[in-house]
Structure formats: C-alpha cells, structure tokens
C-alpha cells in the first residue's frame, strides 16, 4: 500500500525524505523566557526540523484539588509527591511566551507548533498561525479536542501512547470527519522514562496499514537506539523532549535528549533511512569495484606446457581474475597447454582438452 505524504511548512513527510525529527520542549525551559530561547538556538543548530510547545495552563488541565487521584503516588513516577495541579504549573509554557519562542524559531528557519490541551488552547494557537497541531498521548481519547483541532484544516499528528486500536480508530475517524486531511500518528509509550522493551515498535508498519497515514515515534526513551530501530521499521517523524541539560533539573529532563544526542538523533535517524533502500541481490554499483579482491584460482608456481594442475601449483588466493573457486576440484588433474608463469588468473583457455 502506497501511503501518501504529508507536509508541514517546507518539508515533505514521508518514506522519500529523510526522517522529520521535532525536538519537545515541554516544561525544559524551567520557568525562564531566555532558557526557552536558547532550548531553540540549540536545537536549530542540533538540525531538527521542528520545535514543539505544550499549550495549557493548570486551570485548563486539571483542578487544584490536593487529595485523591489529585496527588501522584506512585513512589517509582519522577513526579511522586506532587498534586497534578502544581505539576502543570511548574510545567507550562506562559502563553505571554509563545509568540517570542515562534519569532525565534522563525528566525533560525526551524518550524515551531505546540500540543493544545483544550478548545481554548487551540483558538489562542491560531492566532499565532501555528503550521500544525499534535495532540498528545492523554488526550487522544479527548474528541471534541481533536475535531476542533481537525477544524482548522492544518496537519496534525496524533500520538497514541496507551491507546488501543478501538481508542485509536475513534480518534482518526473524528479528525478525518472533521476535516482533516493531513493525518499523522505517533507510536508511543507513556511511561518516564520508556525502557526499550516496552516500546513494541513493530507496531509502526501495522499502524500505518491500518489506518493509511503516516505513522513515526514519540519516543521516551533514553538514546538513541530506539528512534533508529522504529525508522527502518517506516518511521517518518521522530519526537524527542529536549534540554539544554539534564543536571539543570526540570519536570521532563531526566528522559531529555541534550543537545550533543539531538544531533546525534538526527545524524543517525538519517543514516538508518538512507540505510532502507530497496530490496536487492548482487553487487552494488559502489561494490563492482570490490570484485577483484575475492578469491580465484591462480597458478602458484611456474608451469611447463603439459604439466599437470596440482595443489602444489594452484591455489586459491585474492585477487579475483581467475576462475571461481568452485572449479577447483574440476581443473585438478589436468593438464596445461602453454607455460605459464607463477602469479598468472587460470583462465579455460590454458587448459588441454580431453585431459
């Protein structure tokens, strides 16, 4: 099946361009406007294509409520002890700051968008004219986001952390009715930070069958080799949070790339898409040129017309201008019809017939 491309601002997403890699800034800016500005100088010159915001604010995401469900408690999660409420608020990007973040972006001609965590999000979003939308893992079961989202008429990719092929289908099914035509999905495991061995990329090739779009990878893990792995699986979009460095501390650094591995992200993404190629048998065109350096039959010491082929004075040796191995046996025994120095290829035609 033929998936069809799609494209934000410049650049062609899909299996003919190079891996459409987003650096996620999320709350890694740690509360200061100049740490979010220079987050996009670093990742501008790391060679991502994107930047991504997260658009909320607490009140637009949860309640400020201490108790219950309110509180994390799970004793393993990098934000146990913490109520939602004031997660978010350490986590969220001012609104004041997206224009002058976008401005910045701009300027280093990197693409910047943003995750919007309610209607709202997304009215505000559009008067900055962002050029796409992603719609993050926990609110992908969030419908009246999505088809307000898909209203817009810009790209949006959907990331499907924890989402079953049900929960899925609903959501791609409502941004397509509702005017998307620029679809994207994400495969992605909402743990932080991820272990490879959750993250079941083999998913990726079903996915993008199943629901004919083009499919990447948000991906939480630490390195590299992951985001590698999906893109020779058919990942077109990789998705990594970002920071200028994990000992600054901040609700998302402990899984952030910085930016040394952003670049190396990108470098090596690349190399494993260029790597797919096509299926193919036989020596490359870049290989021809390494054929004279197989093994051939060569004589290996001088012969007289009417000496016999021995192991003595044939062996098989690099380079490749004699006869194949494979003859060896065959030739064995028979004789030769001329003299023939040491260091000569075997050829058929020094060789005596009916010998």
């Known amino acids: 099946m033929s998936i069809k491309t799609m494209q934000i601002g410049k650049h062609i997403i899909g299996s003919s361009a190079k891996p459409f890699v987003i650096a996620e800034m999320s709350g890694n800016h740690n509360q200061s406007l100049e740490r979010a500005l220079l ?83 997304v009215d505000f979003l559009e008067s900055l004219d962002v ?49 998307c035509e620029s679809l994207a999905l994400l495969k992605c495991t909402s743990t932080y930070p991820a272990l490879p061995v959750n993250t079941n990329i083999s998913t990726i090739p079903h996915m993008m069958n199943l629901f004919n779009c083009q499919v990447g990878l948000s991906d939480h893990t630490m390195g590299t080799g992951v985001a590698v792995g999906a893109v020779t699986l058919g990942a077109t979009i990789v998705e990594k949070h970002f920071t200028l460095s994990r000992a600054d501390g901040g609700v998302d650094s402990a899984f952030s790339l910085e930016p040394a591995e952003l670049e190396a992200l990108v470098v090596e993404t690349e190399r494993a898409w260029q790597s797919i190629g096509k299926i193919a048998y036989g020596p490359t065109k870049a290989e021809e040129k390494s054929l004279v350096y197989r093994r051939s039959l060569y004589i290996s010491k001088d012969m007289k017309a009417g000496d016999v082929l021995t192991t003595d004075n044939l062996r098989c040796v690099r380079p490749g201008l004699g006869l194949a191995p494979k003859h060896l046996e065959n030739v064995l025994g028979l004789k030769v019809n001329r003299d023939i120095s040491k260091g000569t290829p075997l050829k058929w035609e020094v060789l005596l017939a009916n010998t």
């Open 131 to 179: 050029p796409a939308y992603k719609i993050a893992s926990f609110e992908n079961i969030h419908i009246p986001l999505i088809k307000k989202v898909a209203a817009t008429g810009k790209p949006m990719i959907i990331s499907t952390g924890m989402a079953s092929i049900a929960e899925i289908f609903e959501a791609v099914t409502a941004a397509r009715e509702a005017g």
């Open 39 to 121: 987050i996009v100088e670093a990742a501008a010159k790391a060679g991502v294509q994107a930047i991504k915001l997260q658009t909320y604010t607490a009140d637009t995401i949860t309640l400020d409520v201490e108790t219950g469900e309110f509180k994390i408690k799970d004793e393993k999660s990098l934000w146990s002890g913490k109520t939602l409420y004031n997660l978010y608020k350490e986590a969220y990007t001012p609104w004041e700051w997206h224009a002058p973040i976008m401005e910045k972006a701009r300027k280093l001609d990197l693409l910047c968008f943003s995750s919007p965590f309610d209607e709202s999000a």
